[in-house]
């Protein structure tokens, strides 16, 4: 079972793509987050992570801002940014073998069905590294998709996406838990991330079992 300062890097690491060379310390070559500070509070401790770039000047100030931010959680801070990042402890709101009834992985002659789901993708846009893909279908249509988001050699990070007139109907929930029960049978850590706001998204985590390692903030 991995701590929680492990799930934060196992997070950061596959949604913004970035290399730690030690603790939580970016790496300075390869890819840099779009954000200069991210701050989280992880089992009682704040944990603060830097771009590299970003000067001991500017770390000062931005440190005064983010504090503010996150002690005015009402009020919108221009370039702040507040996520919740999950995994999966609890038990669902409903089995595994229930969701298998409703949401299945996709086969390899069904992916032209993405294509039908997110009509404005480019051709080239669902690779091997976004699988797992699992679908719930009525009649052939594929109403609701679950897949990796984001894909490292330790963790999948959970995308989901349910159309208007079939949302409220628990296949978002089937979706998610097969997804996840197919990401740990690679041997993967099944995550889920929201925006603070999405009040939808973490109904959705809750009943699908994921509950809150860190509450982030980045500032840019």
Not at 14 to 22: G, K, L, N
Not at 127 to 148: D, I, K, M, T, W
């Amino acid at each position: 079972m991995f701590s929680p300062l492990a799930l934060l890097r196992l997070h950061v690491e596959a949604v913004w793509y970035v290399r730690f060379t030690h603790d939580l310390e970016l790496a300075r070559d390869g890819v840099q987050p779009p954000w200069k500070l991210l701050v989280t509070e992880v089992a009682g401790e704040r944990v603060s992570i830097w771009r590299p770039d970003i000067a001991l000047p500017e770390r000062e100030i931005l440190r005064l801002q983010i504090d503010e931010a996150l002690t005015s959680q009402h009020v919108p801070q221009p370039g702040v940014h507040r996520e919740v990042a999950l995994v999966q402890t609890a038990t669902p709101h409903i089995t595994l073998e229930a969701a298998q009834r409703i949401a299945r992985p996709l086969l390899p002659s069904e992916h032209p069905l993405l294509h039908l789901f997110y009509p404005d993708a480019p051709d080239d846009d669902f690779q091997p590294e976004q699988e797992p893909f699992v679908g719930a279908l009525h009649e052939g249509r594929l109403l609701c998709l679950a897949h990796s988001s984001r894909r490292t050699t330790e963790a999948c990070e959970l995308g989901i996406e349910t159309h208007v007139e079939a949302r409220r109907r628990g296949f978002a929930l089937a979706a998610t838990l097969v997804w996840a029960d197919l990401v740990r049978r690679e041997g993967l850590v099944p995550l889920y991330s929201a925006l603070a706001t999405n009040t939808a998204s973490l109904h959705l985590a809750k009943a699908a079992g994921y509950r809150p390692f860190a509450r982030i903030a980045t500032i840019s």
